[in-house]
């Protein structure tokens, strides 16, 4: 029996991840979301997709999606080509496909449609729910300031140092 070099094995689980990346591709799609595509298999850099958020109110443009170990995971992206950036989200579709297989009367083409439909609303759900945090967040910001005067004061000083001409009155 062969061995196989580490070289083998690593092209292996990246043709793996492009495949699995391609196939969800086509799920988010099908659900009618836009995702850019970034699987290169022949590229250096580690294949992901990104998919581009509905909701264009937020801080951030969509979200990357791309292979940690064994599970595809999904992280906030500002812009298709910038690094991802906060926690990352697991998307365990393997254990959805299992756990909708265990229900009765489930057959596989069945579990499958249901991961599909999971996948993207979990999906659309984060989008949503990011904006909704980001106008919470925006009006706890604009309260707090007006509940402290919200205003700022310039004094005058002698000398050079003008960060300290302005102060907030609280």
Do not use: W
């Amino acid at each position: 029996m062969r061995r196989k070099s580490f070289g083998e094995f690593v092209n292996k689980k990246k043709r793996e991840c492009v495949k699995q990346l391609g196939i969800l591709k086509q799920i988010l799609e099908q659900g009618g979301m836009k995702v850019d595509n970034f699987i290169d298999a022949d590229s250096d850099d580690e294949p992901y997709i990104f998919c581009v958020s509905p909701t264009k109110n937020g801080s951030f443009d969509g979200v990357r999606i791309y292979k940690i170990g064994d599970q595809l995971a999904f992280r906030v992206q500002k812009e298709n080509k910038t690094h991802p950036y906060g926690s990352a989200y697991p998307l365990p579709i393997e254990e959805m496909f299992n756990d909708f297989l265990s229900d009765e009367g489930t057959d596989q083409k069945k579990a499958g449609k249901k991961v599909i439909e999971a996948v993207n609303k979990e999906i659309k759900r984060f989008f949503e729910k990011s904006l909704e945090a980001e106008r919470d967040e925006k009006e706890r910001n604009i309260e707090s300031e007006e509940e402290s005067g919200g205003s700022v004061s310039v004094r005058s000083t002698s000398g050079t140092d003008y960060s300290a001409q302005i102060y907030s009155k609280s």
